[in-house]
């Protein structure tokens, strides 16, 4: 997730195991990521975001476990 640490929106294709606060637009549905990602813009440009970038969800690192699963691939 990009948003936690820069403060960004993220908007995702729905996968069923988005965290709080990601913006679900419906998988394969290129109308409907479209409508998604201008209703953000158009909430950023009039200031009513409504995702808080300073209380964010926890969203579980997984940089630990990603390296050790590549280490034990590439080994």
Known sequence: ??????????VASENGRRPPGVVRYAA?????????????????EA??????????PEVDDTVETEISCLKTVLS
């Open 1 to 10: 997730m990009g948003w936690p640490r820069l403060g960004a929106q993220v």
């Open 28 to 44: 394969k549905e290129a109308r409907d990521m479209r409508e998604k990602v201008n209703e953000v813009l158009r909430n950023i």
């Open 47 to 56: 200031g009513t975001l409504k995702q808080n970038p300073q209380n964010p």
